[in-house]
């Protein structure tokens, strides 16, 4: 299948301007997503523009490697806050995940509870509309907010208002240590009672994620290593009630799985990813009625795996929303990848993309 390359900003503004049909907007290709159009892939826009470690400043082009934005941050000390998972483990695609792929899916790890979501380190965007159109949006520095309601807009777009070209993200140090206490023996009821606990302590908790297989939560703090060392103890010694809490030893590959839900990999059947109040997590999970689940961000974001073509949005009885994130094509448009929206809101996401894809060619169809 013939694929468009840009190789510059204004070859991609061209490229959008002559399009005269559909386009599938692509980063790395990792994510999964079947959309009808020829594919235009941002992977020939690489590179970083700016970067000042000491301004916590990072200015890179979209179709930039991951990889290659976290060894470059690593070399300073540095990394993405936001932790964005790999969706390659809980797919099993191929390819090389973007920056600018991250941003436009709006993929944010177990950290976001404690440092925010992508969104919130996304300091400004370049991108081309629908029309071909160079937008710029934001700035290159933090004390910079000009436009940025723009700027989250793009953030979790999926690329259905514009493609990115460039992206201004902050940037944060690595902290010191890291380390794990895990809560075993405890259920569903008592794991979200813990991570409600902790997460409202002064601990500073970075991580809050539950494995009903194994029956065990997992609290995470950052910082110094002597001041995670005591945060464990004080943390291991107040969850007492909830369970059998002991220091993890070794907490970096935990967090790794935790964070690209890799306890579902190779494992068949359709994935969903449910984001609910962690107070509604515990009535919601048996009414699911999954295969098996996995919990993080206190209970908030629940991946469930179902039997292929099951439609999980019916039992679904408190707010939140599901999102399709593995399945087969005829399932997908059978269902729709993402919650359908509520008809105001409906409307003003149809509004929006009318003003900056009138011709509706970009993912069209992705977001209903």
């Not at 934005?69 to 790999?86: D, H, I, K, S, T």
């Not at 440092?115 to 509309?129: I, M, N, Q, S």
């Not at 993200?169 to 902790?198: F, R, W």
């Not at 997590?281 to 009414?287: D, G, I, Q, W």
Request: proline content about 5%; overall charge neutral.
């Amino acid at each position: 299948m013939k694929m468009l390359t840009p190789q510059s900003e204004a070859e991609l503004a061209e490229m959008l301007a002559g399009a005269s049909g559909p386009l599938c907007i692509q980063g790395g290709g990792t994510r999964g997503l079947a959309i009808d159009g020829e594919v235009l892939s941002i992977r020939g826009l690489s590179g970083v523009e700016l970067y000042e470690p000491g301004a916590l400043t990072l200015v890179v082009r979209a179709g930039t490697p991951v990889a290659e934005v976290e060894a470059l941050l690593a070399a300073e000390n540095q990394r993405l806050a936001f932790e964005p998972m790999n969706h390659r483990v809980l797919l099993g695609t191929e390819g090389e995940p973007t920056i600018g792929g991250v941003i436009a899916a709006g993929v944010s790890g177990p950290r976001r509870i404690q440092a925010g979501a992508a969104r919130d380190h996304l300091l400004g965007v370049r991108f081309a509309d629908g029309t071909g159109q160079i937008v710029k949006n934001g700035g290159r520095v933090m004390k910079n907010v000009t436009g940025y309601d723009l700027v989250k807009l793009m953030c979790g777009a999926h690329g259905t208002l514009g493609v990115l070209s460039e992206v201004s993200l902050k940037v944060l140090p690595v902290a010191e240590a890291a380390a794990t206490v895990a809560i075993e023996g405890a259920d569903l009821g008592a794991a979200v009672a813990a991570m409600s606990a902790a997460l409202g302590s002064p601990y500073d908790v970075t991580g809050a994620a539950y494995d009903p297989e194994k029956q065990t939560a997992y609290i995470r703090v950052e910082g110094f290593a002597d001041s995670a060392a005591y945060r464990c103890r004080r943390l291991v010694s107040e969850l007492a009630g909830f369970g059998s809490p002991r220091i993890e030893d070794e907490s970096a590959a935990l967090w790794r799985g935790i964070r690209d839900a890799a306890a579902f990999q190779g494992r068949a059947g359709d994935i969903w990813r449910i984001s609910v109040k962690p107070s509604d997590a515990v009535a919601l999970a048996p009414r699911l009625q999954a295969e098996a689940l996995q919990f993080d961000w206190g209970g908030g974001l629940i991946w469930a795996l179902l039997p292929a073509g099951t439609d999980l949005r019916p039992r679904i009885n408190v707010p939140g929303h599901a999102t399709l994130v593995r399945a087969g094509a005829d399932t997908r448009a059978r269902l729709g990848v993402f919650q359908p929206q509520p008809g105001p809101l409906a409307a003003l996401s149809a509004g929006l993309r009318q003003q900056f894809d009138p011709r509706g060619i970009l993912n069209a169809g992705l977001m209903g």
